[in-house]
């Protein structure tokens, strides 16, 4: 078996995650989140969606709940036939949530991310190494989300556009603001691609220096003010 068997282009392993939050009614946001896996992605999420019909509900609460905090009664979700190994999955879970983001002077800060990749903590801890680091198969997500706010909110700040690139990984944020008829919607599109299996030493610094950028990146909020 050839390297390119055991690791395949990135985009062979691609995970689009697309999220929905509605602030748009008079009580708590609802938020909903689509989940679209392929190659390594696909059997990562039969495992950790599947089971009984206790687990699955499990899971999706934990989800929600990384991203959101609180959830308000029971999460929502229509799951794929996660033993159809031929067909393709999708999932998409929704529920009421406490409260998104957090207050501001005079408004409110939403995160940027909902599902940050922490590359410092998980792939690049050490401040040097003198040998190759090893991350497994590359991989690739695409993440789109789309804070809905009543229309007649007022955004104060927006994250800058971001692309960067290395020969291991590249990273690439597009944020905006888009007036509708009933809403004002903000929308984050990221691209975060691990290209390589293998970071040698001599990359490693500039590795973990581009690590660091997307994990700043990641941790930017924008600032609106909700006007109902």
Request: aromatic share 6%; net charge negative; proline share 7%.
């Amino acid at each position: 078996m050839c390297s390119s068997d055991l690791f395949p282009e990135a985009a062979e392993n691609r995970l689009v995650d697309e999220t929905i939050v509605d602030m748009t009614g008079e009580g708590p946001a609802r938020v909903e989140v689509v989940q679209r896996p392929s190659g390594r992605w696909d059997p990562l999420l039969r495992r950790t969606y599947g089971g009984d019909e206790t687990a699955r509900a499990a899971a999706v609460e934990r989800t929600l709940s990384r991203r959101f905090g609180a959830v308000v009664g029971t999460p929502e979700a229509t799951h794929p036939d996660y033993e159809a190994l031929d067909m393709g999955f999708q999932l998409r879970m929704s529920a009421a949530v406490e409260k998104v983001g957090r207050p501001s002077d005079g408004g409110l800060e939403l995160p940027s991310s909902l599902a940050p990749d922490e590359l410092l903590k998980r792939a690049a801890p050490e401040s040097t190494r003198d040998t190759d680091l090893l991350l497994g198969m590359p991989w690739l997500a695409e993440r789109r989300v789309v804070y809905r706010l009543p229309r007649g909110s007022r955004v104060f700040d927006l994250p800058g556009s971001l692309e960067l690139e290395t020969e291991d990984m590249s990273y690439s944020r597009a944020v905006s603001a888009v007036p509708t008829e009933t809403a004002l919607e903000i929308v984050v599109v990221e691209r975060m691609e691990q290209r390589s299996h293998r970071v040698p030493a001599d990359r490693y610094e500039a590795f973990r220096e581009a690590a660091r950028d997307i994990d700043r990146a990641q941790a930017e909020s924008i600032e609106v003010e909700v006007i109902r």
